[in-house]
C-alpha cells in the first residue's frame, strides 16, 4: 500500500519560517548592542576621574565566543583596555586597607572607597533591555 501525500508550499513554509527568525535573532542582537551601548554612555556619564583615561577606557566587548553563545549574543561593559583605564575595578569595588611595605614617602597607602559607575546603569538599564525583549517575543507576526 503506498500512500502519497501532497503538501503544496511546505517549501515556501520552511524558507519564510527560517527568515522569521533569522529576523528575530537579528533584532534580538540589536536590542543587545543598543543596551550594551546605553550602559557604557551611562557608565562614561557616571563616571568620576581626574585624567578622563578610565572614562575613555570604558568599551563594550562582544564576549559571545567566551559565553559559547551565537556571535552576537553577549556583550560585555568594561573599563580594562590600552587606554590606561586599569583601575576601573578599584573605582567600583573600592578596596580595603592596604597594607605591606611602606611607599618612598613613607606612607601605607590607604582605602579606597567604593565609587560605582557600571553597576548603576546596568541597573537603569536592566528594564529597558527586558522590556525590549518581550516585546519582540510578544510580537503576533503570521509567518
Known sequence: MNLNINLDGVEDAVIRASRYNIKV???VKEAIKQSANS????????VRTKT??????ITVKDTSRRAKVPTGFAKTVH???AKGGHHGHLVEDGSGQ???PVSRFGKNRGKMP???YI??????????????LRRIAERNEII
Request: charged residues 40%.
Open 39 to 46: 550602559i557604557k554612555n551611562k557608565a562614561r556619564a557616571n
Open 52 to 57: 578622563k583615561r578610565l572614562k575613555r577606557s
Open 114 to 116: 567604593a565609587s560605582p
Open 25 to 27: 535573532e537579528n533584532e
Open 79 to 81: 573599563a580594562r583596555n
Open 98 to 100: 592596604r597594607s605591606g
Open 119 to 132: 553597576r548603576p546603569a546596568a541597573q537603569q538599564e536592566e528594564g529597558k533591555f527586558s522590556g525590549k
